[in-house]
């Protein structure tokens, strides 16, 4: 087996990795910051962090992956006055909907979801172990973290940085000029925002604050790999570097794995441009989730994904062969007794090839694009073999459990029981067409394939309600 190679921000190049703890990975993912839904280019993100940690188990480590939670923040704070409510009450329908997405998308759930309101205290005992190193200054209320009293400010993200001068103070959490900045650890109270009584004064915590407390507490001073998008690499990781390694005095993470944007017209899509699309948004243009999953997961992390309605449609029709395949693969297995000889060697090949693709794929830094390709190689070869009749049902029993042992990785593989709303509807709609048409052989036809994948329907004066069996 090759050696899985990751590209490290921090050195610019790809690594092999190696875990600290030998067979053991700590990781952490920059999560949302709860100010409104989610967007498809934050689920991207979300998305490869948890392709990450999954090919990682793969490969026979042990995971342990935190996602914070963010629900202390300027915008938060901003958007829950405009709306005449407490931040804690804001921030509910935007972390169930956080939720919601990645369930929808199958990705995993972390082993845990830190929000920074409960780790107060903890950003306390950092300032304060950064204020006995020499880092911090006061300032109206307000600790500031001095960027000139570290050294290696500025190593992950390369902005220049002088020792000599006075750095400008910085209050907001997010700035966009690539200079350095004296950054806000903790900020004074200000009316109108929510605050807690503190050993630094009353005030509330800085963004970047927030990582590197969560991180370190549930992971330790010096962990293995950070995640988040490219946007974050400076000014948030870059401080969060800061505060870590200013507080600890040791190496805070080893690998930084950042991912590109998800673009839509050649721009970032963000709240701010206006330019989103939520899941809902996409699920009302009858795409199932997984369209959506697997259309993000077919652009490697570190490339630009241009999102279009193309790219769905082509997903969606790479999905549909993938089904039709395993049911091929399905009806082949049925057709001959279970313990059938290999009729030659023509499926050993190509499993073999098939897997060495995919790991060697995957190996390179997460070359999606490279272990689908390996995928479709696979289904290919396969019905041109099976055209020909020459895989067996043991041919056919291999290739199932290859595609099986991928399976935990990619995901993507349509599941027979799970008939999806969007799909649902769709035969709805389809036999309400076919009736209106009295074209009853097709709707008797849709009503029979609904029941028999569990779904009742009763058909009102209202319209045509359905139900799960
Ligand atoms: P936020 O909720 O804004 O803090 O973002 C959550 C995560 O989504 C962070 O890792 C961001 O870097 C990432 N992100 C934001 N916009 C995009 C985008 N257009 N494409 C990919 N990731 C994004
Ligand atoms: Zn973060």
């Known amino acids: 087996m090759s050696d899985l190679k990751l590209f490290n921000t921090l050195t610019r190049e790809k690594e092999t990795f190696l875990p600290l703890r030998p067979g053991e990975v700590r990781m952490y993912s920059c ?37 914070n939670i963010t629900d202390v923040e300027d915008k938060i704070i901003r958007d829950a006055n405009k709306a005449g409510q407490d931040i804690g009450t804001y921030v509910v329908p935007f972390i169930e909907a956080f939720f919601d997405g990645l369930k929808k998308l199958r990705v995993r759930p972390a082993d845990h979801y830190p929000r920074a309101t409960e780790y107060i205290p903890q950003m306390i005992e950092l300032v304060k172990q ?66 807690w009584d503190t050993p630094l004064g009353e005030g509330r915590p800085g963004w970047h604050l ?17 995640t988040g ?38 721009q970032k899509m963000s709240k701010s ?7 809902r948004e996409i699920e009302e243009m009858k795409f199932d989730p997984l369209v959506l999953r697997y259309a993000l997961l077919s652009v490697p992390h570190r490339t630009k994904l241009n999102f279009t309605n193309a790219s769905l449609d082509d997903a969606k029709n790479a999905v549909a062969r993938i089904e039709s395949f395993l049911l091929r693969l399905e009806d082949t297995i049925a057709s001959a007794p279970k313990d059938a000889a290999h009729a030659d060697d023509a499926g050993d090949a190509m499993i073999g090839k098939f897997l060495t693709d995919f790991q060697e794929s995957m190996d390179d830094d997460l070359n999606t694009a490279g272990a689908l390709g390996a995928l479709f190689t696979l289904i290919r070869d396969a019905n041109t073999a099976l055209d020909a009749g020459k895989l067996s049902a043991g041919d056919a029993n291999g290739i199932k459990a290859a595609l099986m042992k991928i399976d935990p990785v990619l995901d993507i593989f349509p599941r027979r029981d799970e008939v999806l709303d969007s799909e649902v509807e769709q035969m709805i709609e389809a036999r309400n067409a076919a009736r209106k048409s009295r074209d009853f052989k097709e709707s008797d036809r849709l009503r029979d394939a609904l029941i028999a994948r569990g779904i009742l329907l009763e058909d009102t004066p209202g319209g045509t309600r359905w139900r799960r069996r």
């Not at 400076?234 to 080893?254: T, Y």
């Not at 441009?273 to 899941?279: K, P, W």
């Open 31 to 67: 999560g949302p910051t709860v100010y409104s839904y989610p967007h498809i280019g934050n689920l991207r993100t979300f998305l490869w962090s948890d392709l990450l940690r999954r090919y990682l188990e793969y490969r026979g480590l042990r995971v342990t992956q935190v996602m």
């Open 130 to 195: 950064l204020e006995t190193r020499g880092h911090t200054y006061t300032a109206d209320g307000s600790t500031y973290f001095r960027v000139s009293t570290l050294p290696g400010y500025g190593k992950l993200s390369r902005v220049e940085i002088d020792t000599t001068s006075d750095y400008s103070r910085i209050e907001s959490d997010e700035y966009e000029k690539e200079s350095a900045r004296d950054f806000v650890l903790w900020k004074a109270k200000k009316e109108n925002e929510p605050s």
């Open 210 to 226: 927030e990582c590197s407390a969560m991180s370190m507490k549930l992971l330790g001073e010096t962990f293995d790999i950070h």
């Open 229 to 266: 998008a490219v946007d974050l690499i400076f000014p948030h990781h870059e401080n969060e570097i800061a505060q870590s390694e200013g507080a600890s005095g040791k190496p805070f993470v080893r690998y930084w794995v950042h991912g590109e944007h998800l673009n839509i017209d050649a």
């Open 273 to 279: 441009l206006g330019n989103i699309y939520t899941l």
